[in-house]
């Protein structure tokens, strides 16, 4: 069983995290929840140097041995915290704890079953152990034994519950690839991701009881934001809505490989088509969660980086698709934001598809991104608006 914060100094910043995850979600959180968090102390779950988010796009470092208050304070701040770098970009991280929150409570297991009730033995799959401290949360509210664990990385997995065990919890924790789930322990009632997803892994489906829950963060290539809640049903499939929330790291997977170069503009100028366009780049690519959302959903594949160098144009959006080779650009001179120019080529003309797309998302009365929902059935899967009746996109 989880132990509890031993000193007044730690209850105290505990105390002051309830109240900024009750601020972010808008009520406090429910009792058993809170009980939750004040059992198992987050700062057993991290490493003597995190890094906090420096509010310009970088990190700053914050070390136990030389600034421990400082430490401590960050560790239960209601801020996402870095706890490994690789090849220079951040690799693993201990959520924000409020994410944390919103999710627990997305997968329904924050009030207590009745004891007749079939969701008393309920039992948990997290993919992606990390830190270990969501799995301790877990432990603290269905059971030690209920609850399996899996992280693709040997390191993460050990690390993880060498922190469970420091806290007093003894869940399952696997090495193994989290796209697989992990058969022995199943059926499991609650499928949960700590990482994001552009697809519902078949496994994650197949190892859940008819009516489970999975919870998982939601990426595209255009726009990684969102979170999903599907329930799944007797023969199989899985319906559910996304919800509003949550920025993760994508899911890792063994035999990843690295994206293919990006084709230059420069070397297929011979292939590329020139026009002009009266939709902002800005638009489809500013910023707009609710429109980004939906682009990433109906135009797969697709990615943007914005160039402000000056070398091509005053602004230039640039578009990729790595898998066909396709580009786009769409460059701003730095006087009219009436037209701009729009250069394209590959097999697909990506800007006319994003530019198709944004105006569909206008069609729909510009819906937010909790108005969209999806189905996974045997055939594929469907993104619909509202209700399955009016689909988006379907694969």
Known sequence: MPTTPDTPATSGLVDGLLAAVAEQLGRPLPARLQDAFRSVPRHRFLPDRIWLRDGSGGYTPVDRATEPDGWLVAAYSDEPLVTRFT???????????????????????????????????????????????????????????????????????????????????????VAADGALGWPPNTPYDVALATFSVDRIPSAWLTQLRPGGRIVTPWTSAWCSYGTLALTTTEDGEAQGRFHSFASFMQMARPDA????????????????????????????????????????????????????????????????????????????????AADFAVTQAGSRRLWDEIAKAYRRWEELGRPSVGRYGLTVTSGGTAVWVDSPAITVAAR
């Open 87 to 173: 090849d220079g970009l951040p690799s693993s991280s201990a959520s924000m704890p409020s994410m944390v929150a919103r999710m627990l409570l997305l997968a329904g297991l924050t009030e207590a079953p009745a004891p007749h009730d079939a969701r008393a033995g309920v039992r948990v799959l997290e993919l992606g152990a990390g830190t270990g401290f969501n799995a301790g949360l877990l432990c603290a509210l269905v059971g030690d034994e209920q609850v399996t664990t899996v992280d693709l990385d040997p390191t993460l997995a050990t690390g993880a519950q060498e922190n469970l065990k420091t806290a007093g919890c003894a869940p399952t924790v």
């Open 257 to 336: 490989e690295p994206d293919p170069p990006l084709a230059e503009p420069e070397g297929a100028a011979g292939a590329a088509t020139y026009s002009s366009t009266g939709l902002s780049p800005w638009a489809v690519a500013g910023g707009d969660l609710d429109a980004e959302f939906h682009i990433g959903l109906t135009v797969p594949g697709a990615s943007f980086a914005w160039d402000t160098s000056g070398e091509h144009a005053a602004t230039r959006l640039r578009l990729d698709d790595p898998t066909s080779g396709s580009w786009a650009a769409v460059d701003y001179d730095g006087r009219t």
